[in-house]
C-alpha cells in the first residue's frame, strides 16, 4: 500500500517493501502546501492538495493509478470504546449501527461506521469492549475527489491516531501492561492516542499544533506568515530572538496534553502513564520536549518511525530522513495498512 498522508502544511507519500527481515524503504516524498489550504480538516484549496500528490507522483515515478492508504482527523472523526454484550462479528455488524446512534453526535446517515473488537482485560464474560469510529461522510468524500483527480485510487480511509499506533507497533518493543502515549503535533491538530497491550484505550483531537507557533511569532514580529515560519526554522536572522515566544506556546501545548492525561488517569482504572513519545513536525521545537515533560512528571521521547526500518543509504539521504523523521509517524502507519487489515 502506498501512504498518503495529507496534513495541513504538507502531502507526504511513502511505501514500503515488506521482505524476510523486516520492511524497506522504498519510496518517500514531502511536498509542502500553501497556507490555509487545508483548515481544520477540511480542504480549502483542493488544486493545490492535487497538485502538490501530482507533483509526488511525477518526482518519485510512481505508477497510477496506485492504490493507496490516507488518514483523516479532527471534529468531523469521533472514536468511542463501548460495551457491547458477547456477540459473534456478525451479530456485531447487525447490531453496530443502531449501538452508534447512541454515541455519535451527528446524523447516522450522514457517517461512515467502522468498528473493532477489543481484546479482553477484565472477567467479564458476559460483555466484551469495542472501539467504534465514526467519520463524517462529506469529509471523507473531499479526500477521495483530490486523491482520484491526481490518479491515485484510495481504497482505506484510516485515522490518524491510529496510523500512528501502527508505526509505533512496528518500530518499538510492546511491553505488556505497560500504558504509553502517543501525542503527534500536526500544524494545525494534536492527535493524542493512549495505548495499553495494543489496544487503544482513549483518543483526543486538539486544535492546536505547530502553526502556533508561527502565528504568534507573526503576530509579536509582525511579519508575514511565510516569514515567520522561516524565523520558526532558524532559516532567519532574526530566529535567535525567538526562544521566549517559542517557550510560551510550548507551555500551552504542555498544558493542553497535561489535561487529556489527567482526565484519562481520572476516567479509567488502567494506573499511571509509563512514557509519551511525541511526533509530527512541532516535536523537535526547541524547548517542547523538557516544557512537556516538567509539565506532565512523565519521561517523554521523539519517536522515530524508521527506527525498525530498513533504508538503503544508496538510495535517500539519511541525514534528511533523520531531520524529518518525526513528521511521519502517521505515513509511516499508512504504508503499513494492507487490504482486509482490522
Request: charged share 25%; proline share 4%.
Amino acid at each position: 500500500m502506498l501512504g498518503l498522508d495529507i496534513g495541513s502544511s504538507s502531502v507526504k507519500i511513502l511505501e514500503l517493501a515488506e521482505g524476510k527481515n523486516g520492511y524497506q524503504l522504498v519510496n518517500f516524498g514531502i511536498e509542502a502546501l500553501p497556507h490555509e489550504t487545508i483548515v481544520d480538516s477540511t480542504i480549502m484549496n483542493a488544486p493545490a492538495v492535487v497538485s502538490a500528490i501530482r507533483k509526488l507522483i511525477a518526482e518519485y515515478n510512481i505508477k497510477a493509478p496506485r492504490d493507496v492508504c490516507t488518514s483523516v482527523s479532527g471534529h468531523s472523526v469521533i472514536i468511542r470504546k463501548i460495551t457491547l454484550p458477547l456477540m459473534t462479528e456478525e451479530e456485531i455488524e447487525g447490531n453496530i449501527q443502531w449501538e452508534a446512534e447512541q454515541y455519535i453526535p451527528f446524523d447516522i446517515n450522514e457517517v461512515n461506521i467502522d468498528w473493532q473488537r477489543l481484546d479482553s482485560e477484565g472477567e467479564d464474560q458476559e460483555s466484551q469492549d469495542v472501539l467504534l469510529v465514526a467519520v463524517k461522510k462529506e469529509m471523507v468524500n473531499e479526500y477521495i475527489a483530490v486523491i482520484n483527480e491526481a490518479g491515485l485510487n484510495p481504497v482505506i480511509a484510516e485515522v490518524d491516531a491510529f496510523a500512528m499506533q501502527n508505526m509505533y507497533e512496528t518500530n518499538y518493543e510492546l511491553e505488556r501492561g505497560k500504558v504509553i502515549t502517543l501525542v503527534n503535533i500536526g500544524a494545525s491538530v494534536i492527535n493524542i492516542n493512549i495505548v495499553r497491550n495494543g489496544n487503544s484505550v482513549f483518543t483526543r483531537d486538539m486544535s492546536i499544533g505547530g502553526n502556533h507557533f508561527t502565528e504568534e511569532i507573526q503576530k509579536q514580529l509582525s511579519v508575514s506568515f511565510e516569514e515567520a515560519e522561516q524565523i520558526k526554522l532558524g532559516k532567519s536572522e532574526s530566529s535567535q530572538n525567538i526562544q521566549p515566544i517559542l517557550d510560551s506556546i510550548s507551555g500551552s501545548i504542555a498544558l493542553e496534553i497535561q489535561r487529556s492525561l489527567d482526565f484519562f488517569t481520572a476516567t479509567s482504572n488502567f494506573g499511571h502513564i509509563a512514557k509519551v513519545f511525541l511526533a509530527g513536525g512541532a516535536a523537535k521545537t526547541p524547548g517542547l520536549l523538557k516544557i512537556i515533560e516538567n509539565q506532565i512528571g512523565i519521561p517523554v521521547e521523539v519517536i522515530n518511525p524508521f527506527s525498525n526500518i530498513d533504508i538503503p543509504e544508496k538510495s535517500f539521504d539519511l541525514e534528511y530522513i533523520r531531520e524529518v523523521a518525526p513528521r511521519c509517524g502517521v505515513v509511516v502507519g499508512l504504508a503499513l495498512r494492507r487490504l482486509g487489515d482490522k
